[in-house]
């Protein structure tokens, strides 16, 4: 007799729970004080008109995304090779390495960048070699990063010549256009 007694009484509980939520009005939020102070951002489209370094700069969200990653031959036409140096696991494989490893680099409030540029060989051995800087990012410690993961990069199949020989050939890394 307790449990047919208990039943009623629960489903009135349920029903003042679901009319109290129901009816419950949520006020809009205050309007801010303004006590946060400036926000330190750089906006490069504010940058006045005769500025030379005003293109072209990325958001660094754009890292991100694969289609940015750009590892292509500096002289495509070299004399005498019959095939280029690939990075073992090919294009995809280089692209998610270089992504997994500048990734760690771009930190929130990193600010807007300057598409960098880094030069670099791959010699007989497949040994990333003469790594160098020729644009900078615009930021100090993700420039030394880009500079210390070419110098660390696993070794690639090198370049070989039409006699079959392994050669060096260079390359060159930059962010190009694209986006998530």
Avoid at 12 to 41: E, M, N, W, Y
Avoid at 85 to 105: C, I, N, S, T
Avoid at 147 to 171: C, D, H, L, S, T
Wanted: net charge positive; with cysteine; glycine share 8%.
């Amino acid at each position: 007799m307790t449990s047919t007694l208990n039943l009623p009484a629960f489903a009135l509980v349920l029903g003042i729970a679901f009319l109290s939520v129901g009816s419950t009005r949520i006020a809009p939020p205050s309007p801010s004080t303004g006590d946060q102070g400036p926000v330190k951002t750089f906006d490069p489209l504010k940058l006045p008109k005769d500025t030379t370094a005003r293109e072209p700069f990325l958001d660094p969200t754009a890292l991100f995304s694969d289609q940015v990653y750009l590892v292509r031959p500096l002289d495509t036409a070299l004399n005498g090779t019959l095939r280029n140096a690939r990075f073992v696991g090919g294009e995809q494989a280089l692209v998610q390495h270089l992504k997994a490893k500048v990734l760690q680099h771009i930190a929130p409030g990193i600010g807007w960048l300057v598409r960098p540029e880094v030069q670099f060989s791959v010699d007989a051995s497949g040994a990333p070699t003469r790594v160098e800087l020729k644009k900078t990012s615009g930021n100090a410690a993700l420039d030394e990063a880009l500079v210390r993961i070419f110098q660390e990069m696993p070794r690639w199949e090198p370049a070989k010549n039409v006699y079959g020989q392994a050669v060096a050939q260079a390359f060159q890394f930059n962010v190009g256009q694209g986006g998530c």
